[in-house]
């Protein structure tokens, strides 16, 4: 157990230097009340299987090894599976995939919709995951969910999402989420929805000229989405990518210490063509560098944060509420500086 954390102390350390989502050392595998592997070996060949193998409203952690493979099931966390782990070795090596989509017809010929094309459903508490690739293979071909997290106190670690619209979707207001040294891809509004979540050390890659996030914050809400020392590394033309635009009136989002290619449009900003939504909204910078990240040239109802308003924006601040919560003690977290 020592050499484990070990191990995990020193992949932590080195893994802003290998860029977000990308391969890591492998690491030693920890002990774990369920394994899942696609040969056989482990205890189920499937995960929904292990899913379903675990107690109902455990307060403890349990821990579900993945082992090496590509895992093509529609997967639903029910919400009384709580603090269960998904641990896999590499994010490479560890693919959890499936290709519904929105206009993908269900057993009654109906639309499956948005929220129907989730690849994975996440509703039980205290859920995280490390090293593991989440995907909606479906293409382009509309709207198409990774993961859909409604969960609270829902933590990925050095994980991929894989989609093109609508990719991520942080769904639940009330929920609050973390995200750290992930690899998040789309096209269309491909981080999106109405929860309180914070992304540290991420790399973004939008697929082609498009919007970043669609947030949909409450008024009541005091967060929505924030990027911290991320990376903005496009696919997609100069000048082309929005950083986002309200799915809902009351939408924040902000980008801060992070690096932007030159995809990013120099007005950052689209207001969905709801003029009224300027007014309400909160979209804000602060600290940001490279091509895309010349704020003289934002819309004027976006806003550059003061180091003293900086200094408000933490972590704790953010995602600690009433309970104090802390993700980066999250089962199996490497150290965080």
Same mark, same amino acid.
């Given at each position: ?11 932590? !350390?080195? /893994? ?11 690491? #030693? ?62 994010? %490479?090596?560890?693919?959890? $995939?499936?290709?519904?989509? /929105? ?10 919709? $948005?929220?129907?094309?989730?690849? &994975?459903?996440?509703?039980? *508490? ?34 991929? &999402?894989?989609?093109? %619209?609508? $990719?991520?979707?942080?769904? %639940?207001?009330?929920?609050?989420? &973390? ?10 509004? &491909? ?41 903005? *590394?496009?696919?997609?033309? #100069? /000048?082309?990518? =929005? ?8 939408? %924040? ?25 300027? /007014?309400?909204?909160?979209?804000? #910078? =602060?600290?940001? =560098? ?6 003289? *040239? ?33 089962? !199996? ?5």
């Amino acid at each position: 157990m020592r050499r484990s954390w070990m191990l995990m102390f020193f992949v932590g !350390l080195l /893994a802003p230097l290998w860029g977000a989502g990308s391969a890591v050392l492998p690491e #030693e595998e920890p002990a774990a009340h369920f394994v899942v592997a696609a040969d056989g070996s482990g205890d189920f060949t499937s995960v929904q299987e292990a899913v379903m193998a675990i107690p109902d409203f455990r307060k403890e952690a349990t821990i579900v090894v993945i082992r090496p493979g590509t895992y093509k099931e529609k997967l639903v966390l029910p919400a009384s599976k709580t603090n269960v782990v998904f641990w896999g070795s590499n994010p %490479q090596d560890v693919v959890l $995939t499936y290709d519904d989509f /929105a206009q993908k017809p269900n057993v009654f010929g109906e639309e499956m919709g $948005t929220t129907g094309s989730s690849a &994975f459903f996440v509703f039980g *508490e205290g859920f995280t995951a490390h090293n593991i690739t989440f995907e909606n293979s479906a293409g382009p071909v509309g709207q198409a969910v990774a993961v859909r997290v409604s969960g609270d106190k829902a933590v990925f670690n050095n994980c991929r &999402f894989l989609g093109h %619209q609508d $990719t991520l979707y942080p769904n %639940q207001a009330g929920s609050r989420q &973390f995200y750290y040294n992930c690899y998040i891809q789309g096209t269309v509004d &491909f981080i999106f929805g109405w929860a309180t979540a914070w992304f540290e050390a991420c790399t973004i890659v939008p697929l082609k000229g498009s919007y970043i996030t669609a947030a949909s914050t409450e008024a009541d809400t005091p967060h929505g989405f924030v990027f911290n020392n991320c990376r903005i *590394e496009s696919r997609a033309p #100069e /000048a082309s990518v =929005y950083l986002g635009r309200p799915w809902r009136d009351h939408a %924040q989002t902000v980008f801060m210490r992070t690096y932007m290619d030159a995809s990013i449009k120099p007005e950052g900003w689209h207001n969905w063509n709801k003029p009224h939504a300027e /007014a309400t909204v909160f979209y804000a #910078e =602060y600290e940001n =560098y490279g091509p895309g990240a010349l704020t003289h *040239e934002r819309v004027s109802w976006s806003h550059h944060l003061t180091a003293e308003e900086a200094r408000e924006l933490t972590l704790d601040r953010v995602l600690g509420g009433n309970d104090q919560w802390d993700p980066t003690r999250a089962p !199996l977290m490497p150290q965080i500086n």
